[in-house]
């Protein structure tokens, strides 16, 4: 602003300050500047001329009462407004000061006030990214509506807020409100709203809503005001600005309602005077601000409702494909879908410890949904291993036990065949005695007898030796005497049990043989190979490795890798102790009967004790409760 403009606006013939200047008395204070009663602030960004009739001080032994040139902004939203707190002095001038000294004193205050605004719309835009920041953050469609009222109420000092979505067909629901002034339950639950509320208006057409006062709306308006919910929570709302939620294509997906702006945000609206005396209509900056909050939280609304149904379209993608593997063995359905749930409440109970050694484990959202879909998918790579080897129930395979069944009915028959020709030949030497033939053919019908009852209790033994448990101390000489023994073909003779029949059943633990074994153990690699190769979003980076070290045992003894305690990630921890746990529980598995719950716990403190599992979150599985189906 230069001398000629500062003269077209004060005035050509102005002799001092005092004829260039309109003066306002203020009362000086300590620390800030309080407007006498009656008088009245022009609007924001002004410069103000004050009389301090208490501030002679400053022109030392003058009489005459100084100006002070002062730069308005803007009342305090958090403060009386008589204080021009949100004001800076630019120049104090004695009211005989020359007109010369008026212009430059004016000339840099309207530069302060340059400086001052622009500051001032940058903090104002800083702040508004700072939330666009905020929202795009946040995922879950009910914390991002909470935090939407939030700032919507902190920017514009609304007393209430209230959020309604749009779904797929168009239709409102009220979703959640909030209100500083009353105790009321916020209400999350979904609402149909009446296509002729003003929130319903304002998402039909597109159009904000600005009303100095609720109740005064003209009967030719296209909306109504119901004030039921006024009446039902004590409130009464005066000043209200509904703006439509548009994402990046312009459709309307929500609606945000503000509620009665205060002069100042610990104001309690809990009687009409209050409302009366506290309450102002929606001004220029509040608007602006409330707009440009809406188009961050449309389109964040958009953002987080298409997240919701990518989250849910792949957590059905996880359960079809952990379904389709469980498929391939029957007995072990389910499995998948408990481990998940017993180690997603074990995390979470580590998550609200106290215990020493876990109170720096801390668990999001997006963390224990990691943890979850690892679980679902630790045996994911189960589809690489050879079904016959997957459901092996028995240590014999079952086409193995039918043939070997099928030749002890063929030695049986063999003996039975031999004793006949025995018989035969028995008759034709003793043709002429039949008492000698009745003596010799009772002892060879004893011996068929006898040999009968021996392979009875030889095939006895073999299908005892068969089931998957730890062996008695004799079996395995029960089952020497089963390999030695054979019977005639008419050619030679034919062993009743091979050596690989032998070696299958004389496993001491399981039913699987150490090659079956190293390939069902290839299952954990499997997975994190075929996990590995799906490109995982930054919040699910680490999945296939937490699937990669379920087997692992803290003393190094697990597979595949051998990893010591240290380098065992803390969920695939928790996921070790949940799949022992049901698998040991389990009522469906052919091979093993399934142990009570306080014997698997037993088993899981044995394991602990032997430095194989973790012995303070084993604790807190217990002590939570998280090993208890359905909890």
């Known amino acids: 602003m230069d001398q000629d403009a500062a003269k077209l606006i004060l005035g050509e013939g102005a002799r001092d300050a005092h004829a260039l200047l309109s003066v306002y008395p203020v009362t000086a204070m300590a620390k800030d500047l309080r ?28 009489p005459l009462v100084p100006f002070v040139l002062v730069l308005w902004f803007r009342p305090s939203e958090h403060a009386d407004p008589d204080v021009l707190e949100h004001a800076a002095i630019a120049g104090v001038l004695r009211p005989d000061s020359q007109p010369e000294a008026v212009y430059t004193v004016l000339q840099a205050a309207f530069r302060l006030l340059a400086v001052q605004s622009a500051e001032n719309a940058a903090r104002m835009l800083e702040d508004v990214l700072e939330i666009g920041r905020a929202l795009a953050s946040e995922k879950d469609l009910d914390s991002l509506l909470s935090l939407i009222l939030t700032h919507a109420r902190s920017l514009t000092g609304a007393d209430g807020s209230s959020i309604y979505t749009r779904d797929r067909d168009g ?80 459709d309307v997906v929500g609606v945000l309602q503000l509620i009665n702006r205060k002069d100042r945000p610990d104001v309690l609206l809990r009687t009409p005077e209050d409302v009366a005396t506290h309450v102002r209509s929606f001004d220029a900056r509040s608007r602006q601000l409330a707009q440009a909050l809406a188009g961050q939280a449309g389109v964040a609304i958009e953002n987080s409702m298409l997240y919701a149904d990518i989250e849910r379209l792949f957590e059905g993608f996880i359960k ?126 004893q011996a068929v007898t006898a040999e009968h009852h021996r392979l009875e209790q030889y095939l006895h033994t073999v299908l005892r030796a068969n089931e998957p448990t730890v062996l ?19 050619e030679g003779a034919i062993p009743l049990l091979h050596d690989f029949e032998f070696a299958d059943l004389t496993l001491p633990k399981g039913s699987l043989t150490a090659q079956e074994r190293v390939e069902i153990e290839s299952h954990v690699t499997h997975t994190f190979e075929f996990l590995s190769l799906i490109p995982w979003t930054r919040d699910l980076a680490r999945l296939p490795e937490f699937a990669y070290a379920h087997h692992e045992k803290l003393d190094g003894s697990g597979y595949p890798r051998g990893l010591a305690q240290a380098d065992i990630p803390v969920p695939a921890r928790m996921m070790t ?12 598995r052919p091979y093993k009967l399934a142990v009570s719950v306080e014997r698997a716990l037993d088993i899981l403190g044995a394991e602990a004790r032997a430095n194989k599992i973790d012995a303070t979150l084993l604790k807190v599985f217990i002590e939570s409760g998280a090993y208890r189906t359905g909890a």
């Open 35 to 62: 407007v006498r009663p009656g008088m009245s602030l022009p609007a924001e960004g002004s410069v103000l001329v004050l009389s301090i009739p208490e501030a002679r001080q400053l022109l030392a032994g003058s």
């Open 171 to 250: 239709v409102l629901y009220f979703r959640l409100w909030q209100n500083a002034s009353t105790t009321a339950t916020a209400n999350a639950q979904k609402t149909l709203v009446g296509e002729y509320s003003i929130a319903g208006y304002v998402a039909r057409s597109g159009e904000n809503v600005l009303l100095d006062d609720a109740y005064a709306i003209p009967e030719s308006a296209p909306y109504k005001f119901n004030p039921a919910s006024d009446r039902a929570i004590g409130y009464y709302t005066k000043s209200l600005l509904t703006l439509p939620l548009t994402n990046k294509a312009g």
């Open 320 to 445: 079809a494909s952990v379904q389709a593997i469980e498929s391939r063995d029957p007995t072990t359905a389910g499995h998948s879908f408990r481990v998940a749930d017993f180690t997603e409440r074990l995390a979470v109970a580590v998550d609200r410890s106290g215990d020493a050694g876990l109170r720096d484990l801390r668990f999001s959202r997006d963390q224990l949904r990691e943890i979850r879909y690892a679980a679902l998918l630790h045996d994911f790579g189960k589809v690489g291993v050879r079904e016959d080897v997957l459901v092996k129930a028995k240590k014999l395979y079952p086409h193995q036990l039918e043939l070997l069944t099928q030749r002890f009915k063929f030695a049986r028959l063999s003996i039975s065949h031999q004793a006949y020709r025995k018989l035969l030949d028995l008759f034709e030497e003793v043709e002429h005695d039949p008492a000698e033939f009745r003596v010799r053919r009772k002892e060879i019908e």
């Open 472 to 490: 008695h101390t004799s079996a395995p000489l029960e089952l020497r005497a089963v390999q030695a023994y054979s019977f005639p073909d008419g």
């Open 577 to 588: 102790i949940s799949d022992i746990y049901d698998a040991l529980t389990a009522p469906d």
